[in-house]
């Protein structure tokens, strides 16, 4: 799937998506659409590194 394909799917906009690809904090609210778009759920999506000290 290209990113606007995406982009239309999930009814998100180019600047998240750039914020995505540049590892930048996005909403939750996006991340169900994403999901919604793509019938996964955000465990396919993310990962949970903690910080290190």
Do not use: Q
Request: charged share 30%.
């Amino acid at each position: 799937m290209k990113k606007k394909d995406l982009e239309k799917a999930a009814g998100i906009s180019n600047y998240v998506l750039s914020k995505m690809t540049r590892n930048e904090n996005i909403t939750v609210e996006t991340v169900g659409k994403i999901c919604k778009a793509l019938n996964c759920t955000p465990n396919d999506m993310l990962e949970f590194v903690p910080d290190s000290e």
